[in-house]
């Protein structure tokens, strides 16, 4: 298993109206090529402006796939003009992770 564990903070005080933007016009295109994320999280406590999801794959190749089925979807395209235009995102960080040896994941 592979999971891309990304890492959103936004600028102070536009959390909300990003996460408003992505669950509009985001998730479900996003959903429909990566199937249902691990987790998708906001701060509660420390960094209140960002947030998490984690997206599970077999491996690099089906990472690979799905993702760039995701990036030729017009519909993605769309959104991410959206986000970017809104400009609530400060910054992005990806970690793609896998379990240890005595861990077996449940996901």
Same mark, same amino acid.
């Given at each position: 298993?592979?999971?891309?564990?990304? !890492?959103?903070?936004?600028?102070?005080?536009?959390?909300?109206?990003?996460?408003?933007?992505? /669950?509009?016009?985001? &998730?479900?295109? =996003?959903?429909?090529?990566?199937? *249902?994320?691990?987790?998708?999280? =906001? !701060? *509660?406590?420390?960094?209140?402006?960002?947030?998490?999801?984690? @997206?599970?794959?077999?491996?690099?190749?089906?990472?690979?796939?799905?993702?760039? /089925?995701? =990036?030729?979807?017009?519909? @993605? /395209? =769309?959104?991410?003009?959206?986000?970017?235009?809104?400009?609530?995102?400060?910054?992005?960080?990806?970690?793609?992770? !896998?379990?240890?040896? &005595? &861990? !077996?994941?449940?996901?």
């Amino acid at each position: 298993m592979l999971y891309d564990v990304r !890492t959103y903070t936004c600028h102070p005080g536009k959390i909300k109206k990003h996460l408003a933007l992505y /669950a509009e016009h985001g &998730f479900d295109v =996003q959903r429909r090529h990566l199937g *249902e994320p691990l987790a998708y999280m =906001q !701060t *509660e406590t420390g960094d209140v402006n960002s947030y998490v999801h984690i @997206w599970v794959y077999e491996d690099a190749a089906d990472r690979a796939r799905k993702r760039a /089925a995701l =990036q030729s979807d017009p519909e @993605w /395209a =769309q959104y991410l003009i959206r986000s970017a235009e809104a400009g609530c995102l400060l910054a992005q960080r990806n970690q793609l992770m !896998t379990p240890v040896s &005595f &861990f !077996t994941p449940k996901a």
